[in-house]
């Protein structure tokens, strides 16, 4: 039920050399360990949100761009998103289907906790607000309360109150918090991950050619994909090694060979990805990946 995804996996089989088999799906323990990563982060978030709000008058979390999409919020919630990652890739942690789960219940969690660093701290007219109403009280207050203003910071013009409509943007702000997460959870399952030793494939080496013309990329790319085709991957790294031009600026088209292997066994994957100019960005038009368990030297 909670069987990483295949694509970046790499084949179970394991060759006479492998080391024994350890689980390489994610376990509960596992899930709560990135998740605990997860909350630390976004706790810190939390705080540095309402300390950002109280001393600069600055709340960044409730940042709306064309009034429903939370951009402030989205923006906390990928800084909190790091602690996922830091987790994950630290304990070589796959998240599972139910780490997304755990990922909005932070982000619920976070909402709360924003709140209740200013429940606690600010203050009305000299008097701790945490002595003139409970927390729940405090909660509809200013949800209800919210208000749509013309400019941030130091303003004084009186927004226009929500009333009920409150408890929608703060759904948005939930759900845009954990935006992050899903994302990070996502870029996760991407990093090739050796199922034999439970690791990512964390050792890497890159080589870039480059070229002026936008075109050049083409012939270079089916050469090197069709060695690889046909499993002769030193062969590949060596003819992509002769590429592209001596050049580091006005670069319209490179081909990058990325090989990565397990920190523990001969796992590897290498994969090829074209790119060419469109406009001021760099688009990727072509791509092929091989996985193996063959030595392979790139300088
Ligand atoms: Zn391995």
């Not at 994302?183 to 030793?197: A, E, K, N």
């Not at 031009?245 to 088209?253: A, G, L, P």
């Amino acid at each position: 039920m909670d069987s990483p995804a295949p694509s970046a996996d790499l084949p179970a089989a394991p060759p006479p050399t492998a080391p024994p088999k350890r689980t390489g799906k994610p376990s509960f323990m596992e899930d709560m360990i990135v998740t605990a990563f997860g909350f630390a982060t976004s706790t810190g978030v939390a705080w540095l949100s309402w300390w950002m709000a109280a001393h600069w008058d600055f709340a960044i979390y409730t940042w709306m761009f064309w009034f429903v999409v939370p951009m402030g919020a989205v923006g906390c919630g990928f800084a909190a998103a790091t602690g996922y990652w830091l987790g994950a890739r630290l304990f070589n942690h796959r998240p599972s289907k139910w780490m997304l789960f755990n990922i909005v219940l932070v982000s619920f969690t976070t909402f709360f906790a924003i709140h209740h660093f200013h429940y606690t701290n600010d203050q009305v007219m000299g008097r701790p607000l945490s002595s003139l109403m409970s927390y729940e009280d405090y909660l509809v207050e200013v949800t209800e309360n919210m208000t749509y203003k013309s400019s941030r910071g130091g303003s004084n013009t009186p927004g226009t109150p929500l009333g009920k409509l409150g408890w929608g943007v703060a759904a948005l702000q939930v759900i845009g918090f954990s935006v992050g997460g899903f994302v990070v959870h996502g870029m996760l399952l991407g990093v090739p991950y050796c199922g034999r030793c439970s690791k990512y494939l964390s050792q890497k080496k890159t080589k870039v050619a480059r070229w002026k013309e936008p075109e050049m990329w083409r012939s270079a790319f089916d050469e090197v994909a069709g060695l690889m085709q046909q499993g002769q991957l030193q062969a590949a790294i060596d003819k992509h090694a002769t590429l592209g031009e001596d050049r580091r600026t006005h670069v319209n088209s490179m081909l990058t060979l990325l090989l990565r292997k397990c920190p523990d066994c001969e796992a590897r994957r290498l994969v090829l990805t074209a790119r060419r100019t469109n406009g001021n960005q760099l688009d990727v038009v072509a791509s092929a990946s091989v996985n193996t368990e063959e030595p392979l030297h790139m300088t």
